[in-house]
């Protein structure tokens, strides 16, 4: 399984950004996926995460309100659309797959696959 973030890039702040993660592999239909970041000093934050079906989302508080996870099955893709930017949303964001975990998760060690992850710099 390979995975693919894409979208990142320099947004002012109040900004929008949509993050896509491409996934290869027979598991994504039947995964958790989840959005983690992680800025310069910190640890890896939780972003984001939803189940198999697309029916249930869970997001971090710093995030709620502003971030909208979604899926498409049949294009393997995960977004991540992000709203009302703030420049303490600047991070290296992660998207991440359950392999055969199918329910949402906030902790990084129910994730198998990562991706490389995609830049997201918010300027005041």
């Known amino acids: 399984v390979q995975l693919q973030a894409s979208g990142g890039g320099l947004v002012q702040a109040g900004g929008s950004l949509r993050l896509s993660c491409a996934a290869s592999g027979r598991t994504f239909s039947m995964s958790a996926m989840g959005w983690f970041r992680q800025a310069p000093g910190k640890e890896r934050e939780f972003v984001a995460t939803?189940?198999?079906?697309?029916?249930?989302?869970f997001y971090g508080d710093s995030v709620k309100g502003r971030f909208t996870i979604s899926r498409d099955n049949a294009q393997n893709t995960v977004h991540l659309q992000m709203n009302s930017l703030k420049p303490e949303d600047t991070a290296v964001y992660y998207c991440?797959?359950?392999?055969?975990?199918?329910?949402?998760?906030?902790?990084?060690?129910?994730?198998?696959?990562w991706g490389q992850g995609t830049q997201v710099t918010v300027s005041s």
């Open positions: 939803i189940d198999w079906s697309g029916g249930s989302t």
């Open positions: 991440a797959e359950g392999g055969y975990y199918a329910g949402t998760s906030y902790s990084e060690y129910d994730y198998v696959y």
